[in-house]
């Protein structure tokens, strides 16, 4: 098993930036992808972007590309989600999520077994 937490999240003034870190632990040895999902209320979840670990290959959605960026800690099984330029828009909570199977798919829900318990991120204009 695995489990994965987030933080980070917090309010943030439109334009302004913040980090999000998902910590994985437990039988962190077989990981292969971690993900970083959000849900706005009343929205379909959507896929931001996934690192594949220890091979560093990474993954986003159209829809954050250029603002987002992830990158991984391996000596403390972390993965970080930089978010640059926000905005009212980007307001819904983050999830990580983690699987220790190979994908074909990195940016779809159903890859991933493991989830955290999400963590809020606030935008004003």
């Known amino acids: 098993q695995v489990q994965v937490m987030e933080s980070g999240g917090g309010s943030v003034q439109a334009g302004g930036s913040l980090r999000l870190s998902c910590a994985a632990s437990?039988?962190?040895?077989?990981?292969?992808?971690i993900a970083w999902f959000r849900q706005a209320p009343g929205a379909e979840r959507e896929a931001l972007g996934s690192?594949?670990?220890?091979?560093?290959?990474?993954y986003y959605a159209a829809s954050v590309k250029g603002r987002f960026y992830l990158s991984q800690d391996n000596t403390k099984n972390t993965v970080y989600l930089q978010m640059n330029y926000l905005s009212p828009e980007d307001t819904a909570v983050y999830y990580c999520?983690?699987?220790?199977?190979?994908?074909?798919?990195?940016?779809?829900?159903?890859?991933?077994?493991?989830w955290g318990q999400g963590t809020q991120v606030t935008v004003s204009s």
């Open positions: 999520a983690a699987t220790t199977d190979f994908t074909p798919s990195p940016l779809h829900p159903s890859a991933y077994k493991f």
């Open positions: 437990g039988n962190t040895y077989n990981l292969k992808f």
């Open positions: 690192v594949g670990i220890g091979f560093g290959t990474t």
